[in-house]
């Protein structure tokens, strides 16, 4: 599998990440830990892609939940993420230039 | 060349599906017409003529005044809570002052039937209306 290179829209990372950051999401190595931003599909609508931060590691997938509890649709709403709709660990902001770094997995 | 070789091809979301920053004093002013209408609508009763049908006008009419001053308070509360934001209170320093007071008109309304307080109503749901866009332009 190869990286996902992904463009953000939205509030609920703030200030992780931002709307118009784009990141680089690597495939995962190893189960999701807490804390770790994980981009998953929506289980509610498969297309859509979503990027979250898990709360809690379950036996079949994760609890996410958006940094900004108030500016976010998340576990709260449509439960655990099953592990096979976690597509990858968001490790890198690239652009814009002045947001290049690693994020952090607070 | 570096956009086009490093452009995302997929956008994520991060954000909630309610849509944000829908906000609109309008309701707030209609509720508080409403009020200043019925107050008008109750003073133009025959107060000598108070049969059944009379009464059941009155208190129709009464109820509306009641539901409209709730309402009136409702919006105004969120476009307080929610819209408005630090910023704007830098910009607006009596911003609270002016919601304060509009939401105790409000009570004020459901508490009398005075045409002289649902006209104040009225001015400090505009004043509010007319803050809020200002910080549109």
């Known amino acids: 599998m190869r990286p996902w290179r992904v463009a953000v829209s939205g509030q609920s990372m703030e200030p992780a990440l931002r709307e118009g950051d784009w990141v680089l999401v690597l495939p995962p190595r190893r189960t999701p830990r807490a804390g770790d931003v994980v981009l998953v599909r929506d289980p509610r609508e498969r297309s859509r892609l979503l990027l979250k931060r898990v709360a809690e590691v379950k036996d079949h997938g994760v609890v996410v939940a958006g940094d900004r509890s108030d500016h976010s649709t998340d576990s709260r709403h449509f439960g655990v993420v099953p592990l096979s709709l976690v597509l990858g660990r968001a490790a890198l902001r690239y652009a814009p230039f002045r947001r290049f770094g690693l994020i952090p997995d607070a | 060349m570096f956009g086009r070789l490093l452009k995302p091809r997929v956008t994520a979301y991060a954000h909630c599906d ?7 004093p309008t309701p707030a002013k209609i509720a508080a017409d409403t009020v200043a209408k019925m107050v008008e609508k109750i003073n133009a009763l025959d107060k000598s003529a108070m049969d059944f049908n009379n009464r059941n006008n009155f208190v129709r009419m009464v109820t509306v005044k009641e539901q409209h001053a709730e309402i009136c308070k409702k919006e105004l509360q969120v476009l307080w809570s929610d819209y408005f934001k630090p910023e704007h209170l830098e910009k607006y320093p009596k911003l609270h002052d002016m919601f304060w007071k509009a939401l105790k ?30 910080t549109k332009k």
């Not at chain 2, 309610?18 to 609109?24: A, E, M, N, Q, V």
């Open chain 2, 18 to 24: 309610i849509p944000c920053g829908i906000y609109d």
């Open chain 2, 105 to 134: 008109l409000a009570s004020k309304n459901k508490q009398n039937v005075d045409a002289a307080a649902a006209g104040e109503l009225q001015a400090a749901v505009k004043e509010i209306a007319d803050m809020f866009w200002a």
